[in-house]
Each structure stands twice: as C-alpha cells, then as structure tokens.
C-alpha cells in the first residue's frame, strides 16, 4: 500500500515528515531508524531536533542506519554524508554515537564494508523507518536507473545525471566521487518495516510523475520498485503533477 499526501510547501512537508517519525519514536523508543542525506531531508531534521530540544522525544535507545556514502572518502571532509549527519542532526539531539551507522567511505576495502553493513543491519533486526528522497533521476539511495539492481548494500557507481545533480555541493563537478556504498533496494524494501519517501523540488517533477504514472515496476525508474513494499508513506510539495 502506498499512501500519497501532498503538502502546500517544503515547510509543511517537513513538519509533517518529523511529526511522523516522531509519533514511531515515542511508541518504540529503541525504534531502528534508517535515514537518508541531501537538500530534502533538512527541514526535517531541524523539526527533530526541536522536539528533542523540547522534551517531546528521546533519541537515547535509537538506532540509525544511513542510506549511503561517498567513496572514498575522509570522514572529515565537509562533503562526506558522515559529516553531514552530524553538521544537520546527530550534533544537536541525544542519540548515542554507538548506535549511529554510516557507512565507512574511508574503508579499505570496500566490498568487505558493504557486507560488515549488511550484517549490521540484520543483527539490529531490521529497519522500523526507512526516510528517503528521491532522486532527479528516480534513484533510491545510490540505486541508480539501470537494466537491473543489486539487491544489498554494494558499491555503486554513480549516474552521470546524479554526478551533475550533487555537484552543487561541491566546488566542482570533477570535485564529485564517481562511486558510493549504498544498501541496494532489496536491504531497503525487505528489510524496512515501513518507508517514509520525501519529494520536494522542482527537479523532481518528473521522476515523480514517472513514479505516479508509468504503471510498471521497473530497474529504470528504481522508485518504482517501492510499490512492491506494503507499508510506503509518501509526503510530497510538488503542486503541478
């Protein structure tokens, strides 16, 4: 089941999004939270950490789980998704830093991180939430539009389109990594109890519209593949659909 709402403007949606995540908070405390990165969850995150501030939910039993990261790359470049996380949220509520998992874009090896992830998120039981955005593109994660998907968390390489996209982040597209871990749509679809996907922009108008429209479950449009979860919010600020 997939339930669509649509929201006057970015603010609304993300009030909403924290009121939703909140509300799974207080009824599980140790809720296992998957998070994603990005311009769209921002509005989001500043919502929680208001309410945290205000006493009305406690991250102290949480458990988070990234969507993806760069790679390579430090840690401590302002650029990886790791700072990220702590520059727009885990610097400002009270979650344990134990129970924060990103993965690690400063791995040697790569493919061993990917599953060491896995393996994390099987131990921890699953996902409660799962937040996503979606891509310009259509991408879940760093699941990029293809002939087909890996399954579970992998190195991805990313899509020209995503490259240009995120190179507003950087000083300049060659500034860019090609490649990034990312839990594969089958970590994200099987092992999420529910998903919460986040549309806003402009810029996503169209793979929006694909997503609503296209009435096939596709590896070319990788949002499509949700409709095969039986519990997907989606919050959305787009008017012109």
Known sequence: MININYLKNYEELSLQAADIVAAELIKKPDLVLGLPT???PVGMY???IEQNKNGRIDFSKTHTFNLDEYYPIKRADKQSYYRFMFDNFFDFININPQNIN???GEAPNADSECLHYEQKINHAGGIDLMVLGLGA???IGFNEPGEFLVPFTHVASLSEDTVKANARFFNSEAEVP???LTMGIGSIIAKSRKILLL???EAKTQAFKHFLYDNKVSAKN???LLYLHGDVTVLSDIQDI
Do not use: M, R
Request: net charge positive; charged share 15%; aromatic share 0%.
């Open 38 to 40: 990005g311009s769209t």
């Open 199 to 201: 549309v806003s922009g």
């Open 137 to 139: 593109n259509g991408h």
């Open 222 to 224: 990788p949002a499509t």
């Open 178 to 180: 090609k490649t990034a």
């Open 102 to 104: 990103i993965p690690d």
């Open 46 to 48: 500043k919502n929680l």
